[in-house]
């Protein structure tokens, strides 16, 4: 009878130990899974970082190249174009002095100086004394200029320009008109620089 509880104890025993044993590995099996669970969620968000850096960078990269590219497409078309507006505005100043240089030798160039003449007198008025700067060439308008003002009294005097027109001087007055075409063409020139923009390339490159 004894030997019979002993049994009964002993497998109670066990069981109580298996039992144990199983709740441990249940315990153990659980915290493996949840561990690997958050092993794999911590490698998925790290995963997910580095693409999503690896990708911010190559989309830095292509908007860095594509920037690059359309500097430097832009840099050379406003190269392009002010290349074509100088040599525009060369060919126009050109085609404009080649004319101013032929035209002294026309029947109109006599009228012309007169026309000059008078202007430059309108815009000193009461001016009862004035010296004219003509060309050397030109020397031999004189005498119609004086009879273009007959009331002003006129010294004559080579100026140093090339083109044609006149200066005037106003001794009593300190002033000077100056009508000449060399300055006029200078003039021009300096719109056209504007006009076409010479300068546009101290851009931004803006």
């Known amino acids: 009878m004894e030997e019979v509880k002993s049994k009964g104890k002993l497998q109670g025993f066990t069981r109580a130990i298996l039992d144990a044993a199983n709740k441990r590995a249940d315990a153990v ?83 012309t100086l007169d026309a000059l003449l008078l202007r430059g007198l309108a815009a000193v008025p009461g001016a009862a004394s004035v010296r004219v700067l003509l060309r050397g060439e030109d020397m031999a308008h004189a005498e119609h200029l004086r009879k273009a003002a007959s009331g002003v009294e006129m010294s004559f005097a080579e100026g140093k320009f090339t083109l044609g027109g006149l200066m005037i001087e106003f001794p009593l007055q300190h002033r000077r008109a100056d009508l000449t075409f060399d300055t006029a063409m200078e003039d021009l020139s300096g719109r056209f620089a504007d006009i076409t923009g010479f300068g546009m390339e101290g851009s931004d490159g803006n």
């Open 29 to 111: 099996h659980a915290e493996a899974d949840e561990q690997e669970q958050s092993t794999i969620e911590r490698y998925r968000a790290e995963a997910h970082l580095r693409s999503e850096q690896r990708r911010s960078m190559a989309m830095a990269e292509t908007r860095a190249r594509e920037d690059k590219r359309i500097m430097t497409e832009t840099l050379a078309a406003r190269r392009s174009l002010l290349t074509l507006r100088e040599d525009c505005a060369k060919s126009v100043l050109d085609d404009v002095r080649v004319k101013l240089e032929a035209y002294p030798a026309e029947a109109g160039y006599a009228g």
